[in-house]
């Protein structure tokens, strides 16, 4: 079950209840701007998933979760949020849920970052501190998790 345990499993996952929500119990209430604010949130999800992932090459660290790293990146998009793929991935459930004109299915961001901080923030974090330590600290301290 452990292969399943991945950001892009859950976020599939999320996506799923969404579109559910969104058609099962069409309630609307975003207007017109939502299908032109929804594609734009999915596009700039996907942007910066690709820009972290980009860096982290660039660096030779590795992209998956449950492994330990070989380099802290600090510079890029990380340079302005310690976690951009997982930002990313909530930009495009946000987005998705604002095209669908989705409004129940709201509650499932803030459900969506919580699993990603439970799941994978703490323990990553905990990870790049026992590797790091003081720099992964003062890291920290300059760049907000999120925005």
């Known amino acids: 079950m452990r292969y399943l345990d991945y950001p892009p499993v859950w976020l599939a996952g ?28 999915v596009g700039a999800g996907f942007a910066l998933m690709a820009l972290a992932a980009f860096a982290m090459l660039r660096h030779r660290t590795t992209i998956v979760p449950h492994r330990v790293p ?10 302005f949020s310690r976690n951009p793929i997982y930002l990313g991935d909530a930009l495009v459930l946000a987005g998705v849920i604002l095209r669908l004109d989705a409004v129940l299915a709201l509650p499932l961001i803030p459900l969506f970052v919580w699993v990603l901080r439970r799941r994978f923030i703490d323990p990553e974090e905990a990870r790049l501190r026992a ?10 301290q300059r760049t907000r998790r999120w925005l």
């Open 14 to 41: 999320f996506l799923f209840l969404a579109l559910a929500i969104g058609y099962g119990l069409p309630a609307g209430g975003f207007g017109a701007w939502a299908r032109v604010m929804g594609p734009a949130l």
């Open 70 to 79: 070989d380099a802290l990146v600090t510079d890029g998009v990380f340079s």
């Open 131 to 140: 590797a790091f330590g003081d720099e992964f600290d003062a890291y920290t």
